[in-house]
């Protein structure tokens, strides 16, 4: 039993509707918009509907996104990121401001049914070491008056998403759970504040994290409907990590007093790529488990009322940190573009359908020519190099989709990506007279060559197009691949 705390709680690092009554159960997504060319506002609005999703979670205020939600069905919660936390929590002024700009505008003149107001993100995790410990409860205070002061404090509720990390158990079952002691209090008055308000509280379970962090984690203890071992805690019986995390939250609002407040699943799901445990078979066996308890209606042990899951996410994001790993650009259910990775029954016999209307560049792929001569490797590595500094080359990193490419197609794959991500320029296909650009489709699956979304064809977004992705962490990505090249012997 005691090797449930040491898997229990590795989640290192939509939505619900509000009624008077509390938590309405429904299907909900979390909608990212860190990508170098994102789908048109309407047509992910449109994908959502036609898969049966009503709740959708924002990480940021988004005027396009917002803009596209009204009148659409869908509710909202908008999110307030991290970095805003300081500037809302130091000025009641500065916290009606961004009210008034972010939620009263959007429902006074789009219609968008704007219920929750999510401040910050996760932000007690142990990585951001207390930078915003001092922050988040006196932001969550000036939201909530700002609110109230614009006469939309029965209708729009705030909360504040937390990682699974915030909750422990000292007994290694889901009954000894408790807060983490170094937040404890903080937890109580943040609680205790949102129960008063008519509020509630959102937790992201991720059983993948689990599985990816902690080598001895038994594999199938992270899926539903598994031949696991169960986990026995008294007259309950655990069969899967998302139920036994759950109620161990759950344990914990009862040991302090708050066994009644709702609580929602904010981030849920399963990446499809550059992990040994992230792939399309692990995706869809997951994803179809939540899918299926969902359509159920089916709670866990301690909550038998199911409650508002956000499924994570619902596009893939060629534009997020990877600093937790590669894999954070691809928890994706649809590609970037909205094409459908795998088969899911959405209920009611519904199958998942891909995103209707998508524009395209040209089909054309820059690849490494065929009569290319490297007199000096250096210059191919620098090309790589270059090309993956300032586009998404995850997919091709060790273990992943496209990471057992030979070294042509490895520096193809590279060549590719840069031209897309540039929108198929003609300087984008001219590494040192290296590559060429070609019609005939180089994928071989399950490595995929993009072709981008042509971003001139569609309406552009009201808050800008996306910046182009470069971090440090693009430059590891590239390093790998010059030496999965210099390791396979690379000849021309």
Not at 43 to 50: E, H, P
Not at 177 to 195: A, E, S, V, W
Not at 356 to 381: E, H, I, T
Request: some cysteine.
């Amino acid at each position: 039993m005691g090797g449930f705390s040491l898997f229990c709680f590795m989640f290192l690092l939509c939505l619900l509707g509000f009624e008077s009554r509390g938590v309405s159960a429904g299907l909900g997504c979390n909608w990212g918009l860190q990508s170098t060319h994102r789908l048109p506002p309407d047509i992910v609005v449109r994908l959502m509907k036609d898969n049966g999703f009503d709740k959708v979670k924002l990480f940021e205020a988004d005027p396009a996104a917002l803009k596209a939600l009204g009148k659409s069905g869908i509710e909202v919660m908008v999110g307030i990121p991290n970095d805003m936390l300081a500037s809302l929590a130091g000025s009641p002024g500065n916290a009606e401001a961004w009210v008034q700009q972010n939620v009263s505008t959007f429902i006074s003149k789009f219609g968008t049914d704007i219920r929750f107001v999510a401040i910050g993100n996760e932000p007690f995790l142990h990585s951001y070491k207390d930078m915003f410990i001092q922050t988040t409860f006196p932001a969550l205070q000036n939201i909530q008056a700002a609110l109230v002061k614009a006469g939309l404090g029965k209708n729009v509720k705030v909360t504040v998403p937390l990682n699974a990390d915030v909750y422990q158990t000292d007994s290694g079952l889901p009954s000894g759970g408790d807060f983490r002691p170094d937040i404890h209090d903080l937890m109580l008055k943040i609680t205790k504040f949102l129960q008063d308000n008519g509020g509630f509280l959102t937790v992201n379970i991720y059983p993948f994290l689990s599985l990816q962090a902690d080598p001895n984690f038994p594999k199938e203890f992270a899926f539903f409907n598994n031949v696991a071992n169960p986990v026995v805690d008294g007259p309950i019986t655990y069969t899967n990590v998302y139920d036994a995390n759950f109620d161990t939250l759950i344990s914990a609002l009862e040991k302090n007093g708050f066994g009644q407040i709702p609580v929602i699943v904010g981030e849920v799901g399963w990446p499809t790529d550059c992990d040994p445990n992230a792939n399309i078979d692990n995706a869809r066996r997951f994803n179809q488990g939540l899918l299926d308890r969902i359509t159920k209606g089916q709670g866990t042990p301690k909550r038998r009322t199911p409650t508002d899951i956000y499924l994570f996410s619902l596009l893939d994001e060629d534009n997020k940190s990877i600093e937790p790993g590669n894999f954070e650009r691809h928890w994706g259910i649809f590609n970037y573009d909205g094409s459908v990775k795998y088969q899911l029954n959405m209920g009611k016999g519904k199958s998942i359908v891909p995103a209707k209307g998508v524009k395209y560049l040209s089909r054309q792929w820059c690849v490494l020519s065929p009569s290319a001569g490297v007199s000096d490797p250096n210059v191919l590595s620098q090309s790589i190099s270059f090309a993956c500094q300032y586009a998404d080359c995850t997919s091709a990193s060790p273990g992943s989709s496209c990471g057992n490419l030979d070294p042509q197609r490895n520096a193809s794959y590279a060549f590719n990506m840069y031209y897309q991500t540039m929108d198929q320029r003609k300087d984008a296909c001219s590494f040192n007279n290296l590559s060429v650009v070609t019609t005939v489709d180089p994928s071989q699956p399950p490595c995929r060559y993009e072709i981008m979304i042509d971003i001139g064809k569609h309406e552009l977004s009201a808050s800008g197009s996306a910046k182009v992705a470069g971090t440090g962490s693009q430059l590891l990505i590239s390093l790998m691949m010059v030496l999965a090249l210099v390791t396979n012997g690379a000849r021309f």
